[in-house]
């Protein structure tokens, strides 16, 4: 794992998810692959081998870089900025 610039201004706590499931998904009717919660306001996207990516669409819109799996028994985090495991 590595250490980026952007974990050490991240909320503390972790924010809490806005959602169960990715509400974009929800609303165009596509089904998420695998879900991702921003650590940086809560945003709950979908991975990027589902169809619409909303995750990797969540930090280019926002500019929030660090993201965690959402997904039960899975604890590890992305930066989208380092492009690296944090």
């Not at 909320?11 to 959602?19: D, I, M």
């Not at 799996?69 to 492009?83: I, K, L, N, V």
Request: proline letters at 12%.
């Amino acid at each position: 794992m590595n250490e980026c610039s952007h974990v050490p201004l991240l909320p503390h706590p972790e924010p809490a998810p806005r959602t169960a499931t990715c509400p974009e998904c929800e609303a165009t009717g596509s089904h998420p692959v695998q879900l991702r919660l921003c650590l940086t306001c809560g945003h709950v996207g979908c991975c990027d081998s589902s169809p619409f990516r909303h995750a990797t669409a969540h930090f280019k819109d926002t500019g929030h870089p660090v993201m965690r799996s959402f997904e039960p028994g899975q604890s590890w985090r992305w930066c989208f900025a380092d492009d690296a495991i944090v």
